[in-house]
């Protein structure tokens, strides 16, 4: 199928299903994926993703820089600020509910492979929580700032973990042992990176507002053009410094959202700094991610009646479990009780966009293979279309 029949079809079907799903209170990158899925491979084979062929070239650089903005996205809806005001007790949940199903996702990938950089990944996809998703079922809970901190946590752990296994795929790959001196050696350029954006961020968007001018030509998209160009630029320097591009892609979210921080005279100026950074999001979100979800559903090679269901069900088993155990054990050591525990357990189990995006780096850089692939994209998306389900059920007073 030749580019732009393929990207028509692709993307008008993955937003008439993406926002179906949106309408009945599920995430849009369900049916994103599905859409993928039901083309590619694994079902109908309309459209295969083949390496060399100008089409499928096409598509994945599209993809690509669908996952960069999904990054640019995230970094911005993490907010810095709000980072810096989490609570202690949301740092315990969001700790013990990591390091919980972190562990128990990476015992059982490695008792069924026998890898351990391929166990990393499992268990870093199933160790996050998808801000997103929580932050849309927990809008009438009480918990919900608790819960969204520990999520907005639970994105910096994975970042960073995704920047750990970056590094360690290059060496694997470059012929390298793979020794603890790079785990220390990545984690010391993941730091110094986050630290040299957040004192740039401070010293031009916080303190100077270089970003001031930009709002004159809001109407002519400026400002979107620059998200886009810092995130692109930070994404080369992320790559040429040893990490994946979208850890700087993630950065200049960051960046950019700590306009939020500048101190506003009047009222009408923070509504207008609101709008102009939900309309970058939305602008952004609205063509170039769904593309992203697409792909991953395109690189879904197996018939989902190939899927080894006894993994399946033990990593999605580990994906809930970890939450509810780690979560809950967080949550009662800050001193929560009873029904409680559960619906601050069950809403962490969300999984979502960046667990996808760490899964397809895997794919491509050979660590994961196809049928682990598909397990895990099957996990990522029975847990997204349970939690908020099982919320509404464990939630009710």
């Not at 079922?137 to 994105?155: C, K, N, Q, W, Y």
Request: net charge positive.
């Amino acid at each position: 199928m030749e580019f732009l029949l393929a990207l028509l079809v692709l993307l008008l079907l993955a937003k008439i299903f993406g926002e179906a799903l949106h309408y009945i209170g599920l995430s849009s990158l369900i049916g994103e994926v599905a859409v993928g899925i039901v083309l590619g491979p694994a079902l109908l084979g309309w459209i295969i993703i083949t390496p060399g062929d100008p089409t499928s070239e096409a598509i994945r650089g599209v993809a690509l820089l669908g996952l960069i903005v999904l990054m640019l996205v995230a970094g911005m809806n993490s907010r810095f600020d709000m980072l810096m005001k989490v609570k202690f007790k949301a740092f315990v949940i969001a700790i013990s509910g990591f390091a919980t199903t972190f562990t128990i996702g990476f015992g059982i990938s490695y008792a069924w492979s026998q890898q351990f950089l391929t166990s990393l990944f499992v268990a870093a996809v199933l160790s996050n929580t998808a801000t997103e998703i929580v932050i849309r079922f927990t809008e009438h809970s009480p918990f919900r700032d608790l819960m969204v901190g520990a999520a907005l946590i639970d994105d910096i752990f994975a970042v960073y973990v995704l920047g750990i296994l970056s590094t360690a795929t290059l060496s694997q790959t470059s012929g390298h042992p793979l020794d603890f001196s790079v785990f220390i050696w990545s984690t010391i350029g993941i730091v110094a990176f986050f630290i040299l954006v957040v004192f740039l961020s401070r010293e031009l968007v916080v303190k100077r507002n270089i970003m001031r001018r930009l709002w004159k030509f809001e109407q002519r998209g400026i400002p979107l053009t620059f998200a886009i160009i810092l995130a692109l630029v930070l994404a080369t320097v992320a790559q040429r410094i040893g990490l994946h591009a979208i850890i700087g892609a993630y950065m200049a979210g960051l960046f950019i959202g700590r306009l939020r921080e500048r101190p506003m005279v009047t009222l009408q100026s923070r509504i207008r700094l609101n709008t102009m950074l939900e309309s970058i999001t939305t602008s952004l979100q609205s063509i170039l991610t769904p593309m992203f979800f697409v792909f991953v559903g395109l690189s879904f090679s197996i018939n989902p009646g190939q899927i080894n269901l006894v993994l399946l069900l033990a990593l999605t088993i580990a994906a809930f479990g970890g939450k509810l155990l780690g979560c809950g054990a967080g949550a009662a050591a800050v001193g929560y009780k009873g029904r409680d525990l559960a619906e601050i357990g069950t809403a962490m189990c969300a999984r979502g966009s960046l667990e996808l995006a760490i899964l397809q780096f895997g794919l491509l850089s050979g660590v994961v293979g196809s049928g682990l692939f598909a397990v895990m994209v099957m996990t990522a998306l029975i847990t997204t279309i349970l939690t908020p389900i099982l919320y509404k059920y464990v939630a009710r007073k």
